[in-house]
C-alpha cells in the first residue's frame, strides 16, 4: 500500500517513546484532565440550549438566535481536521492546550457579550477552541495507550456522555434559574483550569518541531467544504427551500470545494488529510460507521424527547433525563465491550452486533403511537443506545489503530468530523421527514382547520404550553401527527443503518497494538487491512 507522503514531522524518536509504556498511576492521572476536558466540549451546548430563551429575552436579536448555534458548531466542525494535524506535526500537548485555552478565552467572552452580534462572534471562538478538545483527547489517549489496553479506560468516556446528557439541561436550568445565563459561559473556566492545570503537570510527551510547511491550500478547502456542508444541513428546509438556490448554491460550492481538496491533497507535501488512509479498508469503512452512528444519534436525541413531551405528557423541565434510558443502554455496553475488549484483543465481532441491535432499536422505536407507554418506549431506547454502545468507543478504537502513530491526531480528528457531519446530516434529513409528515397527518386529520390554531404547521416549535390552547380535536390530531413523523423518522433511519450493518460485515480483525511482545509493527498492520 502506499503511504502517504511525509516531509519528516515526526522525530525519530518520537514514535518510539509513544509507544513506551506507562505507568496505571501516570495513565489515570491524565486520564483526569482528558475526562475533564471531554466534560467541558460535551456539557456546552446542552448547557446553553437550556438557557437561550432566557439570552434572547436579555439581548434580543431574536431573528440571529439560530446563528448563536451555527457559529459554534461551524467553527468546532472546520477547526477538527485542522487541529488534528497540527498536533501530528508540532506535538500533541502543546495543541491540546493551546485548543483549551481557545476555548476558555471565547468562553469568557461569550459571557460578557452585550449583545447578539457580540455572542454570536464569541460563540464562533469558542467553536475553534472546542474544534480541538474531543481531537486532543483521543489522540492523545490513542498515543498514551496501546488499542489492546485501551478499553480499560473506555467506559470513563462513555460515562461523560451520559453524564453531560443527562447533567447538561439539567445544569443549564439551575444557572439560569439561580444565578444568570452569563454563568451558562463562565462554569466553563473553572472546569478548564483544571483540566490544564492537570495536562500540564502529568502529561509527559516529546516536543516536536517539524520542517513541513502547513498545507494551508487543503486547510482553505476543507474549511470551505465543511462550512458548506454543515450550513446546507443546518437551513435546507429551516430558512431556505431544500430547492432554493441558497441551498443549491451551497451544494456546488461544496462539491467544488472538496473535488479541489482531493486534487490539491494529492500533491501537498504534508497534506492536511493523507488521502492514502483511506485506502485501509477498515478506516474507510469505520469512517462510514462513524458517520451514521452521528446520524443516528444526533437525530435521536433530538427527537425522541419531543414525542416524549407531546405524546407521552413527560415534562420539559428535565429533558436531559428523558434520554436516561438510552444513555444507560449505551454506557453498559461499552464498559463491556472495553472489557471484552482488553481481555481478549478481538473486536471485529462487537460493530457486526451494534450495527444490528441499532437498527432493531430504530425498528422497534418506529412502532411508537400514541398509545405507547413510557415504559415500552423507555425499553426501545436501551435496545438503541446498547447498539450505540457497541460501536462509539470502536469506532475510534479501530481507526487509529489502522494508522502509524505519527497520523494519531489525523485519524482522530477524521473520525471525530465524520461522526459530527452525520449528526448534522441526521438532524436536517430527520427534521425534513418529521416536519413533512406531521403537516401531511394534520392536514389529512383536520383539513384547513390544521392551518388554524396559531404554529401547527411548524411542529418541532409547538411547545406544550401552546399545545394545551388548541381544542381537544386538534391536540388529538396532532398527538397522531407527531407519532406518525417518528414512525418516518426512525423508520428512514433503520434503512439507513443497514448501509453501517453492510460495512461492519467487511471489517477485518488486524491485531491491536499492545496485544504481545510478538506483535507486528503498525506498518504491518496497516498493510493488512489495506485494499
Known amino acids: 500500500m502506499s503511504q502517504p507522503k511525509t516531509a519528516g514531522p515526526v522525530p525519530e524518536d518520537r514514535t518510539a517513546e509513544e509507544e513506551q509504556p506507562r505507568s496505571p498511576r501516570e495513565i489515570r492521572l491524565v486520564m483526569v484532565g482528558l475526562v475533564v476536558t471531554m466534560l467541558l466540549a460535551m456539557l456546552d451546548n446542552l448547557i446553553v440550549g437550556t438557557a437561550m430563551p432566557t439570552i434572547v429575552h436579555d439581548l434580543g436579536g431574536a431573528e440571529h438566535l439560530s446563528w448563536v448555534v451555527t457559529a459554534y458548531t461551524l467553527a468546532t466542525a472546520a477547526s477538527t481536521p485542522i487541529w488534528g494535524k497540527l498536533g501530528d506535526l508540532y506535538g500533541r500537548k502543546g495543541t491540546f492546550l493551546t485548543s483549551i485555552v481557545v476555548f476558555l478565552v471565547g468562553s469568557a467572552l461569550s459571557g460578557l457579550s452585550q449583545n447578539m452580534n457580540e455572542l454570536i462572534g464569541f460563540r464562533a471562538v469558542q467553536g475553534l477552541g472546542a474544534g480541538g478538545l474531543m481531537v486532543g483527547v483521543m489522540s492523545i489517549m490513542g498515543a498514551l495507550v496501546p488499542p489492546r489496553d485501551r478499553g480499560k479506560y473506555q467506559g470513563m468516556f462513555a460515562a461523560v456522555m451520559a453524564l453531560a446528557t443527562i447533567g447538561g439541561p439539567l445544569a443549564g436550568g439551575f444557572i439560569t434559574d439561580h444565578l444568570s445565563?452569563?454563568?451558562?459561559?463562565?462554569?466553563?473556566?473553572?472546569?478548564?483550569?483544571?483540566?490544564?492545570?492537570?495536562?500540564?503537570?502529568?502529561?509527559?510527551?516529546?516536543?516536536?518541531?517539524?520542517?513541513?510547511?502547513?498545507?494551508?491550500?487543503?486547510?482553505?478547502?476543507?474549511?470551505?467544504?465543511?462550512?458548506?456542508?454543515?450550513?446546507?444541513?443546518?437551513?435546507?428546509?429551516?430558512?431556505?427551500?431544500?430547492?432554493?438556490?441558497?441551498?443549491?448554491?451551497?451544494?456546488?460550492?461544496?462539491?467544488?470545494?472538496?473535488?479541489?481538496?482531493?486534487?490539491?491533497?494529492?500533491?501537498a507535501q504534508e497534506p492536511m488529510?493523507?488521502?492514502?488512509?483511506?485506502?485501509?479498508?477498515?478506516?474507510?469503512?469505520?469512517?462510514?460507521?462513524?458517520?451514521?452512528?452521528?446520524?443516528?444519534?444526533?437525530?435521536?436525541?433530538?427527537?425522541?424527547?419531543?414525542?416524549?413531551?407531546?405524546?407521552?405528557?413527560?415534562?420539559?423541565?428535565?429533558?436531559?433525563?428523558?434520554?436516561?434510558?438510552?444513555?444507560?443502554?449505551?454506557?453498559?455496553?461499552?464498559?463491556?465491550?472495553?472489557?471484552?475488549?482488553?481481555?481478549?484483543?478481538?473486536?471485529?465481532?462487537?460493530?457486526?452486533?451494534?450495527?444490528?441491535?441499532?437498527?432493531?432499536?430504530?425498528?422497534?422505536?418506529?412502532?411508537?403511537?400514541?398509545?405507547?407507554?413510557?415504559?415500552?418506549?423507555?425499553?426501545?431506547?436501551?435496545?438503541?443506545?446498547?447498539?450505540?454502545?457497541?460501536?462509539?468507543?470502536?469506532?475510534?478504537?479501530?481507526?487509529?489503530?489502522?494508522?502509524?502513530?505519527?497520523?494519531?491526531?489525523?485519524?482522530?480528528?477524521?473520525?471525530?468530523?465524520?461522526?459530527?457531519?452525520?449528526?448534522?446530516?441526521?438532524?436536517?434529513?430527520?427534521?425534513?421527514?418529521?416536519?413533512?409528515?406531521?403537516?401531511?397527518t394534520m392536514t389529512e386529520k383536520l383539513g384547513g382547520q390544521a392551518t388554524a390554531g396559531g404554529g401547527v404547521q411548524d411542529p418541532s416549535q409547538m411547545s406544550m404550553a401552546d399545545l394545551r390552547k388548541l381544542p381537544e380535536n386538534v391536540q388529538d390530531a396532532y398527538h397522531h401527527a407527531v407519532s406518525n413523523g417518528m414512525h418516518t423518522v426512525f423508520l428512514w433511519g433503520a434503512g439507513v443503518a443497514v448501509i453501517a450493518i453492510a460495512a461492519a460485515f467487511f471489517l477485518r480483525e488486524v491485531p491491536l497494538r499492545g496485544a504481545g511482545k510478538d506483535e507486528k509493527p503498525a506498518e504491518s498492520s496497516l498493510e493488512a487491512a489495506a485494499v
Open 181 to 267: 445565563w452569563h454563568w451558562t459561559f463562565y462554569i466553563n473556566l473553572p472546569l478548564g483550569v483544571v483540566a490544564l492545570a492537570v495536562v500540564v503537570v502529568t502529561l509527559k510527551l516529546p516536543k516536536v518541531r517539524s520542517t513541513a510547511k502547513i498545507d494551508y491550500p487543503g486547510a482553505v478547502l476543507l474549511t470551505v467544504g465543511i462550512t458548506s456542508l454543515v450550513l446546507i444541513t443546518t437551513w435546507g428546509g429551516q430558512e431556505y427551500a431544500w430547492g432554493s438556490k441558497e441551498i443549491l448554491g451551497l451544494a456546488a460550492l461544496a462539491a467544488a470545494s472538496l473535488i479541489a481538496f482531493c486534487y490539491v491533497e494529492q500533491r
Open 273 to 440: 488529510l493523507p488521502l492514502g488512509l483511506f485506502t485501509n479498508l477498515n478506516f474507510t469503512l469505520v469512517s462510514i460507521i462513524g458517520f451514521i452512528v452521528g446520524f443516528v444519534m444526533f437525530g435521536s436525541t433530538v427527537f425522541l424527547p419531543l414525542y416524549q413531551q407531546t405524546v407521552q405528557g413527560a415534562s420539559a423541565t428535565n429533558s436531559g433525563l428523558l434520554l436516561m434510558p438510552m444513555m444507560f443502554g449505551m454506557l453498559v455496553i461499552s464498559l463491556v465491550v472495553g472489557q471484552a475488549v482488553t481481555k481478549t484483543g478481538k473486536y471485529r465481532i462487537y460493530p457486526i452486533i451494534g450495527t444490528l441491535v441499532m437498527t432493531a432499536g430504530l425498528l422497534l422505536l418506529s412502532t411508537m403511537g400514541t398509545g405507547t407507554s413510557s415504559f415500552t418506549s423507555a425499553c426501545w431506547m436501551v435496545v438503541l443506545g446498547a447498539g450505540m454502545g457497541f460501536l462509539m468507543q470502536i469506532t475510534m478504537l479501530v481507526a487509529q489503530n489502522s494508522v502509524e502513530l505519527k497520523d494519531m491526531g489525523v485519524a482522530s480528528s477524521t473520525a471525530t468530523l465524520f461522526r459530527t457531519i452525520g449528526g448534522s446530516f441526521g438532524v436536517a434529513l430527520f427534521g425534513a421527514l418529521f416536519n413533512s409528515r406531521v403537516t401531511d
